[in-house]
């Protein structure tokens, strides 16, 4: 098992004490002026990176209603426009000269007939998966919260359908184990079911906490450290997964705390 944190976690030099890998959060990393890429502030960013010893994955933007979200940065691939569609290829070339094997991607939103947003997300996600097979990058497409019934792939069944729909060796799955709580509605049964269905197609995990059910914010998605919900960790020893399992988290207490939990399965 590889342990990884988000970069909003905390600095960047405090995560490498911590983690093994970081997940570069494209929304928030100060990169954009707008919808302009400042290139120069990646090579810069390749230049620290450079200086640790860690891995790293891309979490590209995505669609968000959110307050404190860069609303230039939103993006639907349900909807893909020319400005979205690049903001998306541009996250793969990022993820490209930095060498991180994932890019993040969410799935689309349901805004008419579910079944043609779903085939339009299907249409953008297959141009960019090979456009990420030109740059030897894996997107990973994320399972989102049953709690805002306007996601796509909230199931375990309907993620699948859309990786093996576009067939690409570089789409698979980022399980967010978070994100699928809130679907099974904190039953732990229903959770490893939906874990083991999605099992063998499984290129990166998000890990945090929350309580299974929606709340005023973030449509229950807490994003608290493990332990501070009612997710059990254990199931993820089914899935015998050495990749990386990512600390979706909001603080350097929280990626510790998770430390703890995920490092603690290896004694049970």
Partial sequence: MIIGASSFAGPLPELASEVESIELYIPKLEVYEGTKLIRSRINRLKDILSSYDLSTSIHAPY???????????????????????RLLKESIGIAGTLGSGIVVIHPGRINGIRERCFEKMISGLSLLSKFARDVNVTLGLENKE????????????????????????????????????LTCEGNQDKLREFAKELKNHIAHIHIHDNKGFMTEKFWGDLHGAPGTGVIDYSLLK???????????????????????VLLGLDDE
């Fill in 238 to 260: 089914d899935l015998r997964f050495k990749g990386v399992h990512n600390l979706e988290v909001f603080s350097l207490e929280d990626v510790r705390m998770g430390k703890q």
């Fill in 146 to 181: 049953g709690t805002d019934q306007n996601n796509l792939c909230i199931s375990a069944r309907e993620l699948i359908r859309a990786l093996e729909e576009i067939g690409s060796p570089n789409l698979r799955a980022t399980f967010d184990i978070g994100h699928a709580n």
């Fill in 63 to 85: 669609f968000s209603d959110a307050p404190n979200y860069p609303h230039e940065l939103i993006v639907d691939t349900a909807r893909l426009t020319d400005k979205t569609r």
